[in-house]
């Protein structure tokens, strides 16, 4: 089975400045998607960004980048020039042909004037 | 381009009411649809999913029930609620492709029983 894990609760970044959020995943599969939501106060889910596990180029999303290490099994997610409306719950998923959706269980961003 | 709606955004019922939540999708074909819960402060939880009409998978035993009468519809039901099936309920809907599937969220629906 799949496990994520997203070992930071909580984290905060002054506006401007660029965060990294943390997600490690656990999974004997070659072939997968990994995905990072957004839920802001709103509480809908978001889809920020998408890596394919068999791409070796991070993806990209304008203010937002991951740090795909395959080996590692690690996908963080950078934000870059932070805004206040970034403020949301973060959360790190994995999914591949024929498996559920898995979520890790978040990590709550607070973005500071 | 593809859109998913909820409704009610909003409902408060009292404990043995019935439920009826729904959901749609525009704008794609025979998508995988998707029920999940999420209590204030934590992850989701999957409740029910499907691949086709008629076609209902479930995660979780419970107090709810999905049909899937179209399509390009989804809805999750309950014949007497429970107060622990307070929540915030997000339908999403998805397509395999390639090496997995992205899932798409519907706005969400909050569940208050009394």
């Known amino acids: 089975a799949q496990t994520v894990t997203q070992s930071q609760p909580e984290m905060s970044v002054q506006e401007a400045e660029t965060v990294t959020l943390s997600c490690t995943y656990d999974t004997s599969e070659n072939n997968y998607y990994l995905f990072w939501y957004k839920q802001p106060p709103s509480r809908q889910m978001i889809l920020v960004i998408r890596?394919?596990?068999?791409?070796?180029q991070n993806a990209t999303e304008n203010r937002f980048s991951v740090n795909f290490q395959k080996a590692a099994k690690s996908f963080s997610l950078k934000i870059s020039d932070s805004q206040l409306g970034d403020t949301a719950m973060y959360f790190c998923a994995f999914n591949n042909a024929g498996n559920m959706l898995t979520f890790g269980g978040g990590t709550r961003l607070m973005v500071k004037p | 381009s593809q859109t998913i709606h909820q409704w009610p955004a909003t409902l408060v019922q009292p404990v043995g009411s019935p439920l009826s939540l729904e959901c749609t999708v525009e704008g794609t074909s025979n998508p995988n649809l998707y029920w999940y819960r999420q209590a204030a402060g934590r992850g989701l939880q999957l409740l029910f999913y499907s691949v086709g009409i008629g076609q209902i998978s479930s995660e979780v035993p419970q107090n709810l029930s999905a049909s899937r009468p179209q399509d390009r519809q989804f809805i999750l039901s309950s014949k007497k609620l429970l107060l622990s099936d307070s929540g915030f309920y997000l339908c999403a809907w998805g397509i395999l492709a390639g090496s997995g599937e992205t899932q798409y969220f519907g706005p969400g629906t909050r569940l208050l029983v009394l």
């Open positions: 890596q394919e596990a068999y791409k070796q």
